[in-house]
């Protein structure tokens, strides 16, 4: 997944600031140039997934949940097994859940202080290279009538399976997206029905978290 660019700057930075180091050093613990740095913080640049999981390798004192404060955490539930079943379009949310913590700095997005928040476990690697099988995927709730943003990430059932796939919201149907370029995973375009229901949106990933 990609993280929002109005986010990357303020991420890059605040880890950079906390470590102490110039753009050019702190380039250079993760293995890419000062300018690329440089460009990402001034927004130029988008931060790859590649570059964000060597940041989370390399700095993990500065992203670890036990360096922050409760008013720097969001409360979840974390699924460790399924998230729940769909049946004839409705989700029944598993009862084996864990009442958890997740640092803010895990999150891609905004945070909604009305929202719901879970964690649940990605699986397959049809989102390659920005999910990967087993990442725990922090899922932002939908509220009744809101509506998807197109090219987001989204939890859906459909036809009674539990998906996880970037979506394209049209007048009268949904593209469904894979973002792993083998040619297995097709995008696919589907009718609006009582068959697809929008659980919540991906908006972080706490890959790094222990439970």
Not at 174 to 179: A, E, K, L, P, Y
Request: aromatic content about 12%; hydrophobic content about 35%.
């Amino acid at each position: 997944m990609v993280i929002e660019k109005e986010f990357q700057s303020k991420f890059i930075k605040e880890i950079r600031l906390k470590s102490g180091l110039s753009q050019r050093d702190f380039a250079k613990k993760i293995n890419v140039s000062g300018a690329y740095i440089g460009q990402i913080e001034t927004g130029i640049t988008a931060l790859s997934r590649k570059t964000y999981n060597k940041i989370l390798e390399t700095f993990p004192e500065y992203l670890s949940n036990d360096k922050v404060q409760d008013n720097d955490m969001i409360s979840a539930y974390f699924y460790p097994d399924v998230f729940g079943i769909c049946q004839n379009g409705v989700f029944i949310p598993s009862q084996n859940r864990i009442s958890v913590k997740i640092p803010k700095n895990y999150f891609f997005q905004i945070i909604n202080p009305d929202k719901q928040y879970s964690i649940i476990y990605a699986n397959g690697d049809s989102m390659l290279p920005n999910i990967h099988n087993f990442d725990r995927l922090i899922v932002e709730h939908m509220t009744e009538n809101e509506q998807i943003k197109d090219n987001h990430v989204y939890v859906f059932c459909y036809k009674n399976k539990i998906f996880t796939k970037r979506l394209i919201y049209n007048i009268d149907e949904i593209i469904i997206i894979s973002d792993n370029s083998d040619p297995i995973y097709k995008t696919k375009t589907i009718q609006k029905c009582n068959d697809i229901s929008i659980l919540g949106q991906i908006v972080g990933i706490a890959r790094d978290l222990k439970y």
